[in-house]
């Protein structure tokens, strides 16, 4: 079984555009929405939910008001300033956005007054699209665990590929580098880094670079609008041929892209047109890419 | 005043905020910039500010005297993160998934763990301009955003205005980044997916009780529903920037509009002044 990652680093560069148009050129798959904070991938491909879930996250700890003596030493220890006297005094709370369930609370009690809850954290979801399954969640908000919640949702469309024959994962990242892009990189099999041609892209993508480099998934580019700023889009394909990076394709500033996410629609379902022609090679390209690292 | 800039969705022009409203507050007011999206810190990349102080940011993680250590194991029981594994002949430490919340250290009958610091990000202290600039840099390969985010927000400078540039998302480094803050302005763009992540935004907003307004950045994409949200929710819009090329191509190279346009000028220094008078009345309803 092969995943493909569509990943950007920076935020709001096409990553869920490019990958719902994916998700109608490319057949036999199970597509994932890895951005479980701030999933969007289902705007795009329309799911009919066939199976929720909760997803329960890391205990937190909850205090006993008729349990607690008001001595404070839970507060004095908890490193993540999640606990603080309730405003009608005496006994102290857990802020639950702050807990982070490490236990050391229950260590310093001296009244048996705190015990440890998993919460209802969100939910995750197996829905029909037209373009095939789709695997994807909402994180609960304020919830920690967000990588968490990504490992369990790659697992879940791993069975639901092996159970319906589907050779092919493909996902939809989260933004950024840390935690949650930490988890849905890990496994992948190749990885798509949707770019745009902007100081803060350029940037942006460096780290990201390093960080598939870390984990040894192989990355190619794709620069989307890249006709908004040539000379930015110039410095991008520089610093790609530098680092020994393949650009898998560019993807011209096209308005049909705009209106199409504002019609609920994968661009290439939408609208015939050039950043459509573009997407179109892209995968032919990708889909080389996936057949050669069989 | 200590105002954070946040969006649910990624690329939604926080940073542009940020930027803006710094350049066009900072001859009248003293302005402190705090970039809190360790993941990816782009805020330089418009200041462009002389950093004169690099420091490490670091977690405290166990660290296990294998002379002291029994393998009893109550430590890796007790490890919420499974940052500490026994082996058949010492304590294994898994530095990237340890919180530093030091319960190994108090559980080991022995006496066996310390504390050393590990390092997961570095702190940029600068000036551009008249501007004090402090950055958060989480290390690649580190997965651990919030305690970099909290180190940055330890460098408040606790007067004038102070603008955090938080990272995307709804979760806990966004929370982090904006708990605390007296104003958080929430900037979106016109679409479907904007709508969606403002929404949630708006939901972290309201639980940590924090008055909040909306900015609109390409305002003009034609999705009205956004608009049409806010005002059924009774929330203030304070800006809106229509999508315009240039624009997009002056941010590109690392521009800003306040320093092309005067009359964005004018509109960043009264988006200031009424998140002011939001605040005022914020506070006059609470105490009230």
């Given at each position: 079984?092969?995943?493909?990652?569509?990943?950007?680093?920076?935020g709001?560069?096409?990553?869920?555009?490019?990958?719902?148009s994916?998700?109608?050129?490319?057949?036999?798959?199970?597509?994932v929405?890895?951005?479980?904070?701030?999933?969007d991938?289902?705007?795009?491909?329309?799911p009919?939910?066939?199976?929720?879930?909760?997803?329960?996250?890391?205990?937190?700890?909850?205090?006993?008001?008729?349990?607690?003596?008001?001595?404070?030493?839970?507060?004095?220890?908890?490193?993540?300033?999640?606990?603080?006297?309730?405003?009608?005094?005496?006994?102290?709370q857990?802020?639950?956005?702050?807990?982070e369930?490490?236990?050391?609370?229950?260590?310093?009690?001296?009244?048996?007054?705190?015990k440890?809850?998993?919460?209802?954290?969100?939910y995750?979801?197996?829905?029909?699209?037209?373009?095939?399954?789709?695997?994807h969640?909402?994180?609960g908000?304020?919830?920690?665990?967000?990588?968490?919640?990504?490992?369990?949702?790659?697992?879940?469309?791993?069975?639901?590929?092996?159970?319906?024959?589907?050779?092919?994962?493909?996902?939809?990242?989260?933004?950024?580098?840390g935690?949650?892009?930490?988890?849905?990189?890990?496994?992948?099999?190749?990885?798509?880094?949707?770019?745009?041609?902007?100081?803060?892209?350029?940037?942006?993508?460096?780290r990201?670079?390093?960080?598939?480099?870390?984990?040894?998934?192989?990355?190619?580019?794709?620069?989307?609008?890249?006709?908004?700023?040539?000379?930015?889009?110039?410095?991008?394909?520089?610093?790609?041929?530098?680092?020994?990076?393949?650009?898998?394709?560019?993807?011209?500033?096209?308005?049909?892209?705009?209106?199409?996410?504002?019609?609920?629609?994968?661009?290439?379902?939408?609208?015939?047109?050039?950043?459509?022609?573009?997407?179109?090679?892209?995968?032919?390209?990708?889909?080389?890419?996936?057949?050669?690292?069989? | 005043?200590?105002i954070?800039?946040a969006?649910g969705k990624?690329?939604?022009?926080?940073?542009?905020?940020?930027?803006?409203?710094?350049?066009?507050?900072a001859?009248?007011?003293?302005?402190?910039?705090?970039?809190?999206?360790?993941?990816?810190?782009?805020?330089?990349l418009?200041?462009?500010?002389?950093?004169?102080?690099?420091?490490e940011?670091?977690?405290?993680?166990?660290?296990?005297?294998?002379?002291?250590?029994?393998?009893?194991?109550?430590?890796?029981?007790?490890?919420?993160?499974?940052?500490?594994?026994?082996?058949?002949?010492?304590?294994?430490l898994?530095?990237?998934?340890?919180?530093?919340?030091?319960?190994?250290?108090?559980?080991?009958?022995?006496?066996?763990?310390?504390?050393?610091?590990?390092?997961?990000?570095?702190?940029?202290?600068?000036?551009?301009?008249?501007?004090?600039?402090?950055?958060?840099?989480?290390?690649?390969?580190?997965?651990?955003?919030?305690?970099v985010?909290?180190?940055?927000?330890?460098?408040?400078?606790?007067?004038?205005?102070?603008?955090?540039?938080?990272?995307?998302?709804?979760?806990?480094?966004?929370?982090?980044?904006v708990r605390?803050?007296?104003?958080?302005?929430?900037?979106?763009?016109?679409?479907?997916?904007?709508?969606?992540?403002?929404?949630?935004?708006?939901g972290?907003?309201?639980i940590?009780?924090?008055?909040?307004?909306?900015?609109v950045?390409k305002?003009?994409?034609?999705?009205?529903?956004?608009?049409?949200?806010?005002?059924?929710?009774?929330?203030?819009?304070?800006?809106?920037?229509?999508?315009?090329?240039?624009?997009?191509?002056?941010?590109?190279?690392?521009?800003?509009?306040?320093?092309?346009?005067?009359?964005?000028?004018?509109?960043?220094?009264?988006?200031?002044?009424?998140?002011?008078?939001?605040?005022?009345?914020?506070?006059?309803?609470?105490?009230?």
């Amino acid at each position: 079984m092969q995943e493909l990652l569509v990943v950007s680093g920076k935020g709001g560069t096409g990553k869920t555009s490019l990958a719902a148009s994916l998700a109608v050129l490319a057949d036999n798959k199970v597509t994932v929405d890895c951005d479980v904070e701030a999933a969007d991938l289902h705007l795009l491909l329309n799911p009919e939910v066939e199976q929720q879930e909760p997803f329960y996250g890391l205990e937190k700890a909850v205090i006993l008001p008729e349990k607690c003596i008001g001595c404070g030493r839970c507060a004095q220890v908890c490193r993540f300033d999640a606990i603080f006297p309730s405003e009608s005094g005496g006994v102290y709370q857990v802020a639950p956005l702050s807990c982070e369930g490490c236990k050391v609370c229950t260590l310093v009690c001296p009244a048996e007054a705190i015990k440890l809850q998993p919460p209802v954290a969100g939910y995750w979801y197996v829905s029909r699209t037209h373009y095939g399954p789709l695997v994807h969640a909402q994180l609960g908000i304020g919830e920690a665990n967000s990588g968490k919640l990504v490992m369990k949702i790659k697992q879940v469309a791993r069975e639901v590929a092996r159970e319906e024959g589907y050779p092919l994962i493909l996902m939809d990242g989260p933004p950024g580098i840390g935690c949650p892009v930490t988890a849905a990189m890990t496994g992948s099999t190749l990885a798509l880094a949707v770019t745009e041609p902007t100081v803060a892209g350029v940037h942006d993508l460096e780290r990201l670079v390093r960080l598939a480099r870390h984990f040894k998934v192989p990355l190619g580019v794709v620069i989307n609008k890249y006709d908004l700023c040539l000379e930015m889009a110039q410095a991008l394909e520089d610093y790609c041929r530098r680092e020994g990076i393949e650009v898998w394709g560019k993807i011209p500033f096209d308005p049909k892209a705009a209106e199409a996410v504002v019609q609920g629609v994968p661009l290439v379902s939408y609208s015939p047109g050039p950043a459509a022609e573009a997407i179109g090679s892209i995968w032919e390209r990708v889909a080389d890419k996936l057949a050669t690292s069989q | 005043m200590l105002i954070s800039v946040a969006s649910g969705k990624g690329g939604t022009g926080k940073t542009t905020v940020v930027t803006n409203l710094a350049l066009a507050l900072a001859g009248d007011y003293k302005v402190q910039v705090l970039d809190c999206d360790v993941e990816e810190p782009n805020l330089h990349l418009f200041l462009r500010p002389k950093v004169y102080a690099t420091e490490e940011v670091t977690l405290p993680v166990p660290e296990v005297d294998g002379e002291k250590c029994i393998l009893c194991g109550a430590c890796s029981d007790f490890c919420a993160y499974n940052a500490l594994a026994l082996a058949r002949e010492k304590i294994i430490l898994f530095p990237e998934l340890c919180n530093g919340c030091r319960g190994c250290t108090m559980v080991c009958p022995v006496g066996a763990i310390q504390e050393r610091p590990h390092r997961i990000g570095v702190l940029h202290r600068g000036k551009a301009g008249e501007i004090d600039f402090v950055s958060g840099r989480l290390d690649v390969g580190k997965p651990l955003a919030p305690p970099v985010i909290k180190a940055v927000k330890e460098q408040d400078q606790g007067k004038g205005i102070r603008l955090v540039d938080a990272p995307p998302g709804t979760s806990c480094s966004m929370i982090e980044a904006v708990r605390d803050t007296q104003f958080c302005l929430l900037v979106t763009e016109p679409t479907p997916f904007g709508l969606h992540d403002l929404k949630l935004a708006v939901g972290v907003a309201r639980i940590l009780g924090i008055p909040f307004g909306v900015v609109v950045n390409k305002s003009t994409l034609g999705y009205t529903q956004v608009e049409d949200y806010c005002r059924e929710e009774g929330i203030p819009i304070l800006l809106k920037i229509p999508f315009q090329r240039h624009y997009a191509a002056l941010y590109a190279r690392g521009g800003a509009l306040v320093s092309e346009y005067p009359e964005w000028e004018r509109a960043f220094r009264e988006v200031f002044l009424k998140i002011e008078r939001l605040v005022r009345e914020n506070a006059r309803t609470a105490s009230g």
